[in-house]
């Protein structure tokens, strides 16, 4: 691929009402006022809480949190890339968006702020998980509507601690991303498209600290990258299967990612290293626990088992740290 990738393209970005000039000196046309939409949630609503998963790292280049309670998001949608903020006041929730992608997500933004889903489902067979609910009934779960944005940060955290994970997805997608569309805060990028993901070299995977697996994985899965959003319109299990037909998708990797795209209620993780203990010992004591009673203990919850890890989670009720964490290998090192 050496000499086949295209330059990144420079950054160019203005206040609100300034002028653009191009590398060639020509002003182009002042920023576009954003679009907006507001909607009004049915019930308890905290806007932390529901977008929280999208994030990948304080360090996220795709996502930031600001001090006004506001969130911004980078996205590439189907019609392109595309800048959001949101802010919640006063019972409702308004959204501003920017770019060519700007009208798809808004049309979705009710659905990523959790319309779609139904707390009301779950009831709470524990102590542990009503008091949880009770104390942050804001919870909703989201849903993009956007597979592959969920899917390649998933794949990086395959078998490696979170900062490593969060590490490699920062340096990729700032280095092949392309800035955020609109007045978005400094340095936030839309993820690279399937393409570019493709063109990546074999030493910048290295450079970024991701191993030939995990690369390889994101490079059969970027191949079928249109085949594998369509599932973003399938049940979460059927889309699940869809996932999983690509060799290095497994059933963590594509819980993973169904649980934000899809906002499935039932999504379970498993094959985690350290959730199953953690549900174990939040509700029955046992910080050994491996699947299989990780499962069993969720079993009263069939259908919404992911909204229960979820509070669980929540509650702060986790086993005391036996060992250190897990120091990252850095392979880019080697």
């Given at each position: ?34 679009k ?14 529901v ?34 903020r ?75 601690t ?14 092949y ?39 390889s ?11 594998l ?12 299967q ?21 906002g499935?209620?039932d ?59 897990m ?8």
């Open positions: 691929m050496a000499g086949r990738f295209a330059p990144r393209p420079a950054r160019a970005s203005a206040r609100a009402g300034d002028a653009v000039v191009s590398a060639g000196g020509v002003p182009r046309q002042a920023l576009a006022p954003a907006v939409r507001v909607w009004a949630p049915d019930g308890p609503h905290e806007l932390g809480l977008l929280g998963p999208l994030r990948r790292g304080p360090g996220d280049p795709t996502f930031r949190t600001m001090p006004d309670g506001s969130v911004w998001r980078a996205s590439r949608t189907p019609a392109g890339p595309g800048t959001l949101v802010t919640a006041r006063g019972g409702e929730v308004r959204g501003e968006a920017w770019g060519p992608g700007a009208e798809w997500l808004l049309e979705q933004l009710p659905r990523m702020l959790g319309a779609d889903d139904d707390p009301s489902a779950f009831v709470p067979r524990h102590r542990l998980l009503a008091l949880t609910r009770h104390r942050r009934p804001g919870l909703r779960l989201t849903r993009t509507g956007l597979v592959l944005e969920s899917l390649i940060p998933s794949i990086l955290e395959q078998k490696v979170t900062l490593e994970a969060y590490q490699a997805w920062r340096l990729l997608v700032r280095k991303g392309e800035p955020a569309p609109g007045p978005a805060p400094g340095r936030m990028c839309v993820m690279p498209s399937a393409r570019t993901w493709a063109l990546i070299p074999s030493w910048e995977w290295h450079k970024a600290g991701v191993d030939n697996k995990r690369a994985t994101i490079l059969r899965a970027v191949r079928v990258a249109a085949r959003e369509e599932a973003a319109g399938m049940e979460p299990s059927a889309a699940q869809r996932l999983e037909v690509v060799s290095g998708i497994g059933p963590w990797t594509s819980a993973e990612t169904v649980q934000r795209s899809h499935a209620p999504a379970v993780t498993v094959g985690d290293l350290h959730l199953p203990g953690i549900v174990g010992f939040a509700l029955a004591g046992d910080r050994d626990a491996d699947d299989s009673v990780m499962l069993r203990l969720l079993e009263p919850y069939a259908g919404q088992r992911h909204r229960a890890a979820r509070l669980v989670l929540l509650s702060g009720r986790v086993p005391e740290r036996r060992a250190p964490r120091a990252p290998r850095g392979i880019e090192r080697l």
